[in-house]
């Protein structure tokens, strides 16, 4: 027994140790609970009094447990409640019961209120609001006076659609000025930022919706500056050949050689290679001609080049060339080039006549033109002794009509279009040409 008695009082110590250990660190001080309890109530009172919404809330404290009760307008407000009494010295935890008010009459009387308010504010800014829009009225109106003046703006502008483009960036300059002012004098410049940022969102958006009429109306502007044609040119443009009858702020409308109108859009036509057949006079045409292996090639190549020299459309400088140009299975294909004036000559007629009258020197000079396939030849083809027959005489010479009448005849047709357009055209001769 007096051993056991002995290890209990060895371990009393530790057991004391153990339980010193496991209570939370620090000391607790013990208040007149009840008062801090009335003090925290009112406290909270006089913060949800000075607050507009709170007027039927109750607020109980025991123990410092906040317990609020009552009606609020809508449920924000009473989430809010939470937020407000945890800032309260001495709150220990918070029952919020309060709920969100169906009282039709109390949910009506804050936003008549808040009307009325709205229009004594509305009543007692109006001189001020008067005057801002007075101001923002003289502000626009000079902008649109400045940008109606044509003379200054048709002297600056290379052609009509730019002086239109620098009207239009006059009068809005002018009317975003008259809105600064105006929002400046009623002392709601921040309000302006606002506005920007959602112009320039709804802008963005805009822009991506028409991002082709855009692309062509900065197409157009550029082509309108500077001119890769003019009217009543012939030009081929992303594989289309015609006569340019105008430059919309759209498109670039074609005559085509059968009659019909082009209308390609203006960044195509930006980005597209542009042969102008019209800006030089001079144009050259080429025709090829098969001539057998066994034949001389240089005698072939001296009568087409002497051929075409002598055709009445043929310019003489420059002078007309010939060249053997690739060696077929078959033939040898020789090509001759001469030059017209393509303003009285026909592009067409004249190679259709240089083709024609070459082939007939051929055949009558003998040279052998070969075709890719068999001919058989009848007994009564031949000529005597069974041979075939030889080259009769040479026959005459004469080159055809070959003016350019169709090209003025459509040359016609355009000038008349263009005296009967609608639509503003954007070609000018008195603008820089690339």
């Known amino acids: 027994m007096r051993l056991m008695f002995a290890l209990l009082l060895a371990l009393l110590p530790l057991a004391g140790l153990a339980q010193q250990a496991a209570q939370p660190e620090g000391t607790i001080t013990v208040e007149d609970s009840a008062q801090q309890d009335a003090a925290i109530a009112v406290r909270i009172r006089d913060i949800l009094g000075e607050l507009d919404g709170y007027g039927d809330v109750t607020v109980t404290v025991s123990s410092g447990i906040v317990t609020l009760r009552g009606t609020t ?11 407000i009494t945890r800032r309260v010295q001495g709150v220990v935890a918070i029952r919020n019961e309060v709920h969100e008010t169906t009282d039709v009459v109390e949910r009506l009387n804050p936003a008549v209120q808040r009307f009325r308010n709205r229009l004594v504010q509305f009543v007692t800014i109006l001189p001020l609001l008067s005057i801002a829009i007075v101001v923002f009225a003289l502000i626009t109106a ?10 200054p703006w048709d002297r600056i502008a290379p052609n009509l659609f730019i002086a239109d483009i620098y009207r239009q960036a006059v009068r809005l300059v002018f009317a975003i000025a008259g809105v600064v002012v105006a929002l400046d004098l009623l002392g709601a410049t921040a309000l302006l930022s606002t506005i920007l940022g959602a112009a320039g969102i709804v802008g963005l958006a805009i822009g991506f919706a028409v991002r082709d009429t855009v692309e062509n109306f900065i197409a157009s502007v550029l082509l ?3 001119q890769p044609f003019r009217p009543n040119d012939t030009v081929e443009i992303d594989g289309d050949q015609g006569k340019v009858i105008r430059l919309t702020s759209r498109a670039t409308i074609l005559l085509s050689y059968d009659g019909n109108h082009i209308r390609i859009p203006n960044a195509t036509v930006f980005k597209s290679r542009i042969v102008n057949f019209t800006r030089n006079d001079e144009r050259r045409f080429l025709v090829d001609f098969g001539i057998g292996y066994d034949a001389d090639l240089a005698r072939a190549q001296a009568i087409v080049l002497e051929t075409v020299a002598a055709l ?11 060249w053997i140009e690739t060696l077929d299975t078959h033939t040898v294909t020789v090509r001759v080039a001469g ?4 303003h009285e000559t026909s592009f067409q007629l004249a190679r259709s006549e240089a083709a ?4 007939l ?17 009848s007994e009564g ?34 000038e008349a279009e263009r005296r009967d357009q609608k639509d503003g055209d954007l070609l000018s001769r008195a603008a820089p040409e690339e």
Not at 142 to 151: D, E, H, N, V
Not at 361 to 377: Q, S, W
Not at 404 to 413: F, Y
């Open 381 to 414: 083809a031949r000529g005597p002794g069974g041979t075939p027959g030889k080259a009769g005489p040479p026959p005459e010479m004469e080159a055809q009509e070959v003016s350019a009448t169709a090209e003025k005849e459509l040359s016609r047709i355009v």
């Open 312 to 322: 009445p459309f043929t310019l003489a400088n420059p002078a007309p060339s010939v």
């Open 356 to 359: 024609r009258l070459c082939l």
């Open 339 to 342: 030059w017209i004036a393509q």
């Open 142 to 151: 000079t902008g649109f006076l400045l940008a109606g003046l044509k003379r």
């Open 224 to 226: 309108s500056v500077r």
């Open 73 to 83: 307008l809508d449920a924000a407000a009473a989430a809010r409640l939470n937020e």
């Open 361 to 377: 020197a051929l055949k009558a000079g003998g040279v052998p033109m070969p075709e890719p396939t068999y001919r058989i030849v």
